[in-house]
């Protein structure tokens, strides 16, 4: 079982308090590392190195290009160790391995990206409306930021919160979700080997109450960003406000996935599957509300039930899975008690609903697709996130029935549309309250396109040369040419 340390000024070290914790393999339901139990004197110390590496040390006099070079270089090394870190992340998280083998190949595009973009963030010159006065803007880093990742995905969000912060002239302190931290301390030695200077990439590991609560509330933090449920990023931004701290949010969902009469049925039924099941709904982002035209809501379910049907479960490590466990024991009974609220509220359950069991099912975390319908959008299944292999589908008429349903939540993060009508394909999103549309594809992501949502799914955006700018500062700078000294001192030119 190995040990992990802290990463903290571009070492690793033990966490001050001398504890650790067990980290637990989903799949077979034992302990395989363990982890640093960090604390407020942790966070402290990770603080005020980020603070001193970042205003006085080396990345404060590195120019653009040379802070973009090391980011890149990152890029290649993650490229490089993309198998190693996506084995850790199954181990950690349960996942598929396509899927984090995916993420981390993908992954150093981002570093690539926003390396690529850092010299090129460039102020502007204002024609300014005072006579003999010259004036421009700079763009500067707000200060340390506070990451805070999810258990779903921890490197990804890495490469989405650290590369823009980075590329914008931050230092950052990482705090990843207590279950999976063991891919975010390995990738912190490639910080170093990239040439990203000491101080500026920090790991603390721990509890939320701990760890977590001490790096929102610390004064050295000047911004926190932030991936989790509405309920705690709800918290995360009170606890903020009280010191004044930039935040960027991105929260959970309740994602309409729209089927219209006139779609590509065979594409849209496999955009369903994607949508919920591909990653046993552990996504932010999981089309959990598949809303389907009457007109065709019998034969679509009846193909989305056959897709459905074929899934394998068992072993995440095996490329032939389709669904793995739910990642903690917490998850996996709040999943099956929103199939039982699903029932008890009169939803008819077409397929599983249940446990799942059989050959190479291990740890006792599995939960068949599971697949409803008869829902009404009033019902909680459809209208709180579940975070699991769940699937509710809700009937329309019409276009206007849909936009009403798939607007009618708290949520706003993303949105599917499924036709073939081109002039359906720009009316709709335009009045769907949603982050994120995709027409005709769902679940694409990309390092150029911001994302982010509304309403209760977060506050600003990640990706994209957007981000950059959740990480700065506009300064306006005014310079007088005028050779002469004013009459009246008093009174402004």
């Known amino acids: 079982m190995k040990t992990y340390q802290l990463y903290i000024n571009g070492q690793y070290v033990d966490p001050a308090n001398g504890e650790w914790f067990e980290t637990i393999d989903p799949y077979r339901g034992e302990a395989w590392a363990k982890i640093p139990r960090g604390t407020a004197a942790d966070a402290d110390k990770a603080v005020k190195a980020a603070n001193e590496a970042m205003w006085n040390g080396p990345w404060a006099k590195m120019t653009a290009s040379a802070r973009g070079k090391a980011m890149r270089k990152l890029g290649d090394l993650v490229a490089a160790n993309a198998e190693r870190l996506a084995e850790i992340e199954v181990r950690d998280n349960g996942k598929l391995m396509a899927e984090m083998l995916g993420q981390l190949r993908y992954h150093p595009e981002w570093w690539w990206y926003f390396g690529g ?68 301390l390995e990738f912190a030695a490639l910080t170093k080997e990239a ?16 760890a977590g609560a001490a790096l929102i509330s610390h004064p050295g933090v000047a911004k926190i960003t932030f991936t989790g449920s509405d309920t705690t990023g709800a918290r995360v931004y009170e606890t903020a406000a009280k010191s004044l701290k930039r935040v960027s949010l991105e929260l959970g969902g309740k994602s309409p996935n729209i089927v219209f009469e006139d779609a590509d049925l065979t594409a849209a039924a496999a955009g369903a599957i994607s949508g919920i099941f591909a990653a046993t709904g552990q996504t932010c982002i999981a089309g959990s509300r598949l809303l389907v035209q009457s007109s065709i809501k019998e034969k679509f379910v009846a193909r989305v039930l056959e897709l459905a049907k074929s899934a394998k479960i068992g072993d995440p490590s095996k490329p032939d899975t389709n669904v793995g466990p739910i990642t903690t024991p917490a998850q996996y009974k709040k999943v099956l008690d929103y199939i039982d609220i699903a029932k008890a509220e009169g939803a008819r359950c077409l397929l599983g609903g249940k446990p799942a069991s059989g050959d190479g099912i291990m740890g006792g975390q599995f939960v068949e697709p599971t697949i409803f319908t008869d829902v009404d959008n009033s019902m909680r299944i459809a209208r709180e996130e579940v975070f699991g292999p769940v699937l509710s589908i809700i009937s329309f008429d019409t276009e206007e029935d849909a936009i009403r349903i798939a607007n009618d939540t708290i949520y706003g993060l993303a949105a599917g549309i499924w036709t073939k009508d081109l002039a359906r394909a720009i009316r709709v999103p335009k009045q769907l309250r949603a982050g994120t549309v995709w027409v005709n594809t769902y679940r694409a992501i990309s390092y150029m396109m911001p994302f982010g949502g509304m309403k209760f799914s977060g506050v600003g955006r990640e990706s994209g040369i957007d981000a950059v700018r959740e990480y700065q500062e506009t300064k306006s700078v005014w310079i007088s040419t005028a050779q002469d000294v004013p009459a009246n001192p008093f009174v402004m030119r």
């Open 195 to 210: 040439g990203i200077p000491d101080g500026i990439f920090n790991v603390v590991t721990g509890f939320g109450p701990e």
């Open 117 to 184: 973009l850092v010299d090129k963030l460039e102020g502007g010159l204002v024609p300014i409306d005072k006579a003999e006065t010259f004036a421009y803007t700079t763009h500067e880093p707000v200060g340390v930021v506070a990451a805070l990742t999810a258990w779903n995905s921890p490197l990804l969000f890495v490469a989405w919160k650290c590369a823009a912060a980075l590329a914008a002239g931050c230092a950052v302190v990482v705090k990843p979700s207590e279950f999976t931290s063991a891919s975010t």
